[in-house]
T-cell receptor, first 114, second 113 residues
Framework: AQSVTQLDSQVPVFEEAPVELRCNYS??????LFWYVQYPNQGLQLLLK??????LVESINGFEAEFNKSQTSFHLRKPSVHISDTAEYFC????????????FGEGTQLTVNP | KAGVTQTPRYLIKTRGQQVTLSCSPI?????VSWYQQTPGQGLQFLFE???????NKGNFPGRFSGRQFSNSRSEMNVSTLELGDSALYLC????????????FGPGTRLTVL
């Protein structure tokens, strides 16, 4: 069975500082990888995904993540955060054979302070 | 294009009652998945329906059930409610392929008293 570990439950940073949210997964088969963001009282929004091809994927709002197969990691980074990036971030994996089923990590609360 | 809608948004029930939650997927999407989100257990997969058939099921007791209609709308039912069923229930829809993105609804907040 696959599992996802987000290594930090809370990450406080100052505005304009860089940030890295860490995600490791375990699976005996190939997986697809995702980062979702959840703002208070809302559902989940897809931030970015790795399906195949280039191991570095980027979102439209400045986040990027790199798939590292040897380290089974998919860390999320942003070089300069804004107050509006304050939210909870979830890493998730999906098996090719499991339809749409996602397995989520525990989540990382990112708080950006002025 | 309208997003995924869930009704009701908030619900309060008492122990022992049953509840039905509804999810309307994005037009053209044939897959609907349900997740339970709690502070203690995080996001857990309940089940997925694709073209009216349950395609995947998580590790929840039989009190949790679901169905999907021919228009792809889905309902989930929880019978004999327990305090621990208090959670945010999220529905997600997609076209159903492994490469397809899942779009989440805003969720139904269920409180069991």
């Amino acid at each position: 069975a696959q599992s996802v570990t987000q290594l930090d439950s809370q990450v406080p940073v100052f505005e304009e500082a860089p940030v890295e949210l860490r995600c490791n997964y375990s699976s005996s088969v190939s997986v697809y990888l995702f980062w979702y963001v959840q703002y208070p009282n809302q559902g989940l929004q897809l931030l970015l995904k790795y399906l195949s091809g280039s191991t570095l994927v980027e979102s439209i709002n400045g986040f990027e993540a790199e798939f590292n197969k040897s380290q089974t990691s998919f860390h999320l980074r942003k070089p300069s955060v804004h107050i509006s990036d304050t939210a909870e971030y979830f890493c998730a994996v999906r098996l090719e054979s499991s339809g749409s089923r996602l397995t989520f990590g525990e989540g990382t609360q990112l708080t950006v302070n002025p | 294009k309208a997003g995924v809608t869930q009704t009701p948004r908030y619900l309060i029930k008492t122990r022992g009652q049953q509840v039905t939650l509804s999810c309307s997927p994005i037009s053209g999407h044939r897959s609907v998945s349900w997740y339970q989100q709690t502070p203690g257990q995080g996001l857990q997969f309940l089940f997925e329906y694709f073209s009216e058939t349950q395609r995947n099921k998580g590790n929840f007791p039989g009190r949790f059930s679901g169905r999907q209609f021919s228009n792809s709308r889905s309902e989930m039912n929880v019978s004999t409610l327990e305090l621990g069923d208090s959670a945010l229930y999220l529905c997600a829809s997609s076209k159903g392929g492994a490469y397809n993105e899942q779009f989440f609804g805003p969720g139904t907040r269920l409180t069991v008293l």
